[in-house]
């Protein structure tokens, strides 16, 4: 039986690197791929999921859930993603009617599948915490809810304290620390540990594929990128969260009891850990800790290779 998931992001080039791999992978039914505002603003969110699923053309579409124009992000993050958030690679899509709003479309999702549905956030958490607002018994109805951000000891990458999704939205994001949702954080302490040079160009799918015209020509930009803040390989942050819910025998975690600063000119965003040696604070979620590096990059490169 295919696990149903939904997968909310800000897409951003290594949020489509993994819907890629998600929507091609015969052990997911993607329900659902639900726009947020993060890397590139929330219209351009919603323009961007849609040409990755017109781009690549996926064996089963997934309903589309548009951003919320009520929350803005702090901060976007062009200088990675390109202002397009795909590598200013121009793409076109047809128009968009009548999406539904993506807390709305992550309420039916789960409600039509009680305890069964899987949300992997690849970004700021707002649509997930307007859906626990929207309907307050969500959150016990949530199977898991696997979460891209935030830090444990590593350093933060918007600024010294915080990682990008959790700045970017960290009243949403305390939210969902706080509700009831079984919850894993793949922080970036994990995620950065999957660093890929050039050689990555030629594990991505053949051109004559569509995941291989779309990805060649997304991705030489986000080298292009990292270059210029003077790092030679780039990071697929997503990904290794994707691969959280897909080869998790490839991930050590650890129960931890976790919180998000709101306030504070230097902290606002951080993820803040309960690890005295007694801990006070209830334990809320899983963290992972420790990924087997080699392995998840060998997932990464034979599952782009089955995609093709
Ligand atoms: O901090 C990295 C995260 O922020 C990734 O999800 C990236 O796509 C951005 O959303
Ligand atoms: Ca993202």
């Not at 994001?173 to 949702?181: D, E, G, K, P, Q």
Request: hydrophobic content about 40%.
């Amino acid at each position: 039986m295919a696990r149903k998931v939904i997968i909310d992001c800000d897409p951003g080039i290594d949020d489509a690197v993994a819907l890629c791999l998600a929507l091609y992978e015969p052990r997911f039914e993607v329900l659902a791929i639900t726009a947020t505002g993060g890397n590139v603003s929330p219209q351009q969110a919603s323009r961007n999921a849609h040409v990755i699923l017109e781009q690549i053309d996926p064996p089963r579409y997934p309903r589309l859930g548009e951003a919320s124009l009520h929350h803005l992000p702090r901060t976007d993050a062009k200088q990675f993603h390109g202002h397009d958030g795909l590598g200013n690679s121009g793409f076109r899509v047809s128009d968009l009617h009548h999406l539904h709003p993506s807390e709305k479309l992550i309420c039916d999702t789960v409600r039509a599948a009680p305890d069964e549905v899987t949300i992997i956030t690849l970004g700021p958490l707002t649509n997930v915490a307007a859906a626990f607002q929207r309907d307050p018994e969500l959150a016990s109805l949530v199977d898991r809810i696997i979460i891209s951000g935030g830090t444990v000891t590593a350093s933060g990458n918007v600024n010294p304290a915080a990682e990008f999704n959790m700045f970017n939205d960290p009243e949403s994001a305390r939210a969902v620390f706080r509700s009831r949702t079984t919850k894993t954080l793949v922080p970036l302490d994990v995620t950065q540990q999957l660093t890929l040079t050039l050689d990555f160009l030629n594990h991505l799918p053949k051109r004559g594929t569509s995941v291989g015209e779309f990805l060649g020509k997304i991705i030489p930009f986000f080298f292009r990128a990292y270059r210029q803040k003077g790092q030679e390989s780039i990071h697929l942050h997503d990904v290794v969260t994707l691969f959280a819910a897909l080869h998790p025998e490839l991930f050590q975690t650890t129960e931890m009891a976790g919180d998000v600063e709101t306030s504070g000119d230097l902290t606002t965003g951080a993820t803040v850990f309960d690890r005295r040696l007694t801990p006070v604070w209830r334990p809320n979620m899983e963290v992972a800790t420790e990924i087997d590096v080699s392995a998840v990059t060998d997932c990464l490169i034979r599952g782009l290779a089955e995609v093709g």
